[in-house]
């Protein structure tokens, strides 16, 4: 009986300690995986803020890099970009809640629409849009302002895009429909019975929309606000395009000056900078867990309500026309001026006589920009695929496993996401000249690669745990009890129910790679030149005809994927 026994149990111990070491070995090379990504570049943060040369070269160790950030000038650039942030914040959170609160709860006609709409200028690359409002805010040549002089015959510019209030507009244009992301689906979520309820008990409109309503949207208002804090204090395009000019300086563009254009590059500064954005942006994170940990913002439960739209009557039209004078501004003005500036001769010069086609015949015949276009387009495909399917694992294993070490996997996995892209620039700078071995990274377009896939991989993994939060454990338990192995499994029922939001996640972060410029302004080379790297290029050499020629292609671009991804999500739901 004992030797039955052992024929039984052999085999089966067997092919379970083969499973045991096979996990293990896994979540090893994933840890280590996300390690290199996220705690390699912080590391190499921490080394270059003390090394006194440029990265691969001999040096010593001092604390010339900190004390220079902790001086009265360095003080007033970080208090400049806290200031800014908050300048846009503010504005952009109260603007994107009224038009989340008008696409979720009211009666406004064409609901659909206006949520696409509104969320479009999140996905065009910013460096666009800036160049765009480069030429419309411009004080003599402006489009805005030579239109204003003409209908007023005033001599004065009715807007300066190189300004504190240009770099604030300029972000708000991005930073709007960001959050308008986060809140929408907050108010949809949210029970108006509640709200009912506040009402019966004699509370005005006024009274249950700041009692009720704004304390129940506190988290998606908190998070959204710490959110777009973060991306202001991050941003680089606004302050580079509309401060610099003017003697504006935030901490990206500091540390982009002191690497780039210094007659001896800073690195030690620049590094102990960027180790100081850091820890700045945790202390942001772990404030926000402290103020929304300990309390209960319930407001979906197991009892069933049907949400009731808000009757504006004749006010539907006004709150239309708002989400339309958004979509104008943010859109339309400047794909506007991309197309004038595209067809007339010079910049600025607006007459019948100087229509030409000449500047598309440049760009299209410009090898930088097919290299560039390339470049991009190769490092969007690959890394945006890469990424999703690192992030999925990732949530696979945070979310539908209790395999030992699933904390620290999900912990290095959001990493990054504390990180600005000028700061993680920074640490591979320093984690590619410094990295052992035959094989050379820095340079190259891998080290590219690598950037995007380590700045995406918080958002990938997120996106593919809200899928995976909504499939029931039960299903993958009916399919081993028919027998099925656990990458049947896996193939057959986890990655089949969430391929909607994995094709939801590539198009999001293949968007971010094709819009990121303060990482590839560090990392690239030349022939490794990415597309914002060539637009920057061709507008500081005063090209900005051709420059409106290339943002046309890329809008196109953006517009094709944003109605594929329309489609696409619309056949998932039907076939769902």
């Not at 040369?53 to 007033?76: I, N, Q």
Request: hydrophobic share 55%; charged share 10%; proline share 4%.
């Amino acid at each position: 009986m004992s030797a039955v026994d052992e024929r039984r149990s052999g085999p089966g111990a067997l092919a379970s300690l083969r499973l045991r070491y096979s996990r293990t070995f896994g979540m090893a090379a994933l840890i280590a995986l996300l390690a290199f990504l996220s705690l390699y570049p912080v590391s190499m943060l921490l080394f270059g803020s003390f090394h006194t040369t440029p990265p691969g070269v001999a040096g010593a160790f001092d604390l010339a890099g900190y004390r220079e950030v902790f001086t009265s000038e360095t003080g007033l650039v970080l208090l400049n970009t806290v200031g800014i942030s908050l300048a846009k914040t503010i504005p952009s959170l109260a603007l994107a809640a009224l038009l989340a609160w008008i696409v979720a709860r009211t009666d406004t006609p064409a609901r659909g629409v206006l949520e696409a709409l509104v969320t479009l200028p999140f996905f065009i690359p910013p460096i666009l849009t800036a160049m765009a409002w480069g030429m419309l805010g411009n004080p003599q040549v402006g489009a805005v302002n030579q239109a204003w002089r003409w209908i007023t015959g005033s001599q004065a510019a009715l807007f300066n895009v190189y300004s504190y209030g240009g770099v604030v507009w300029h972000m708000m244009q991005y930073s709007t429909p960001f959050l308008f992301l986060f809140i929408v689906e907050a108010f949809r979520a949210m029970d108006p019975s509640l709200e009912e309820a506040s009402r019966m008990c004699g509370a005005s409109q006024g009274q249950t929309l700041r009692r009720i309503t704004l304390t129940l949207m506190l988290p998606a208002l908190t998070t959204g606000f710490l959110l777009s804090f973060i991306r202001g204090l991050e941003n680089f395009e606004s302050p580079l395009f509309f401060g610099t000019p003017v003697k504006i300086q935030v901490v990206t563009t500091l540390i982009y000056d002191s690497i780039n254009q210094r007659s001896v590059p800073e690195y030690e500064f620049a590094t102990a900078m960027s180790f100081a954005v850091l820890a700045l942006m945790c202390l942001l994170v772990f404030w926000q867990w402290r103020l929304l940990g300990a309390r209960s913002f319930q407001t979906v439960t197991g009892k069933a309500y049907a949400p009731r739209l808000i009757k504006l009557g004749p006010w539907r039209w006004a709150t239309f026309a708002i989400c339309v004078l958004f979509f104008v501004v943010a859109v339309v003005l400047p794909v506007g001026q991309l197309l004038a500036g595209s067809m007339f001769r010079f910049f600025g010069f607006y007459s019948w006589d100087m229509l030409t086609l000449d500047h598309w015949t440049e760009a299209f015949d410009n090898s930088d920009i097919r290299r560039g276009f390339l470049n991009t387009l190769a490092l969007g495909l690959a890394g945006a695929t890469l990424t999703m399917i690192l992030g999925g694992i990732v949530a696979y294993v945070s979310v539908r496993t209790r395999w030992q070490g699933r904390r620290i996997v999900d912990i290095l996995a959001w990493l990054p996401w504390m990180m600005p892209g000028m700061v993680l620039g920074v640490g591979f700078l320093w984690g590619f000249a410094l990295l052992p071995g035959p094989v050379s990274i820095y340079g190259t377009i891998w080290a590219l690669l690598i950037a995007y896939v380590a700045l995406g991989t918080p958002l990938s993994t997120r996106v593919m745990s809200s899928s995976y939060h909504q499939l029931a454990y039960d299903l993958e338990e009916c399919a081993r009890v028919h027998g099925a192995g656990f990458w049947r499994t896996l193939w057959s029922i986890v990655v089949a129910l969430s391929w909607p939001s994995f094709a939801v996640g590539w198009v999001l972060t293949f968007f971010g790679i094709m819009r990121e410029l303060s990482a590839s302004i560090l990392l690239y080379s030349a022939g490794s030149e990415v597309l914002s790297v060539v637009l920057l290029r061709l507008w500081g050499n005063g090209q900005s005809e051709v420059v409106s020629v290339v943002g046309l292609c890329t809008m196109a671009l953006v517009l094709l994927f944003r109605w594929a991804q329309a489609r696409f999500l619309a056949r998932a739901v039907a076939t769902g």
